[in-house]
C-alpha cells in the first residue's frame, strides 16, 4: 500500500522556538494532505487541510499564523508550530490523499512534540 | 455539521471474549465509513465500508454497514491481549477526500 512518511518522529523544543514538521507521500502524488492533532486519549482533530499550491484552509479555532502550511510540491507538505508553547504538545499526524483509483487517505506515522 | 459517534467509550474484557464497537455518524454527501485501529502511533486501516449490509471480514475482526439506520459495528471475536487499542471509526465524505473521527472506543482486553 501507499505510504506516507512524517520527519521528525518525535521532537523536543523550548517555548517560544519554531518547529517544522515533514510529511510525504513516498509512492504517489498527493494532491491533498490533511494535518492532524491528537492529545492524550482523544481522537484526531482535524486542523487543516493542505492542498498543493495554494493555502491551506484551516478548521475552526486553529490559528493559522500559528500553524503555518505548506504544500509545496505534490509529494510534500509541511507544518510549523511557530512559537511553540507547552500546549501545543501534542502528537501530529498527517495524512495523504491518493485521489487515484482507490481515494484512499494513508496516515503518517505521527509526530511527537514536546515543548519544555 | 458532520458528527461520528462511538460507543462505549471504553470496554475491558477478557482473552476470549467478543466484543461489539459501535459507531453512528452524520455525515454530509457521505460515502464511505471506515475503521481503524490504534495503538502507540497513527491509525492502522482496518474496514472500508461502502455499502449496506456486506459484512467485511479479516481473521477475527468483521464489521458491516447500516447506510438506512446511520451506524457501523465493528465486531471482535475471540480476542487477544494484542487487540487492546484504541479504535477509531471515520465518515468520509463523496469526493473521500474528508474524514470526520469518531472519539474512539478504548478496548482493553485482559489475560
Known amino acids: 500500500g501507499a505510504v506516507v512518511s512524517q520527519h521528525p518522529s518525535r521532537v523536543i523544543c523550548k517555548s517560544g522556538t519554531s518547529v517544522k514538521i515533514e510529511c510525504r507521500s513516498l509512492d504517489f502524488q498527493a494532491t491533498t494532505m490533511f494535518w492532524y492533532r491528537q492529545f492524550p486519549k482523544q481522537s484526531l482533530m482535524l486542523m487543516a487541510t493542505?492542498?498543493?499550491?495554494?493555502?491551506?484552509?484551516?478548521e475552526q479555532g486553529v490559528e493559522k499564523d500559528k500553524f503555518l502550511i505548506n504544500h509545496a510540491s505534490l509529494t510534500l507538505s509541511t507544518l510549523t508550530v511557530t512559537s511553540a508553547h507547552p500546549e501545543d504538545s501534542s502528537f501530529y499526524i498527517c495524512?495523504?490523499?491518493?485521489?487515484?483509483?482507490?481515494?484512499?487517505?494513508?496516515f503518517g506515522p505521527g509526530t511527537r512534540l514536546t515543548v519544555t | 455539521e458532520d458528527k461520528v459517534v462511538q460507543s462505549p467509550l471504553s470496554l475491558v474484557v477478557h482473552e476470549g471474549d467478543t466484543v461489539t464497537l459501535n459507531c453512528s455518524y452524520e455525515?454530509?454527501?457521505?460515502?464511505?465509513l471506515l475503521w481503524y485501529k490504534q495503538e502507540k502511533k497513527a491509525p492502522t486501516f482496518l474496514f472500508m465500508l461502502t455499502s449496506s449490509g456486506i459484512e467485511k471480514k479479516s481473521g477475527r475482526l468483521s464489521s458491516i454497514l447500516d447506510k438506512k439506520e446511520l451506524f457501523s459495528i465493528l465486531n471482535i471475536t475471540a480476542t487477544q491481549t494484542g487487540d487492546s487499542a484504541v479504535y477509531l471509526c471515520a465518515g468520509t465524505n463523496n469526493a473521500g477526500n474528508m474524514l470526520t473521527f469518531g472519539g474512539g472506543t478504548r478496548l482493553m482486553v485482559k489475560p
Open positions: 455525515v454530509t454527501n457521505f460515502r464511505s
Open positions: 493542505s492542498n498543493e499550491g495554494s493555502k491551506a484552509t484551516y
Open positions: 495524512s495523504a490523499w491518493d485521489a487515484g483509483i482507490f481515494h484512499e487517505q494513508y
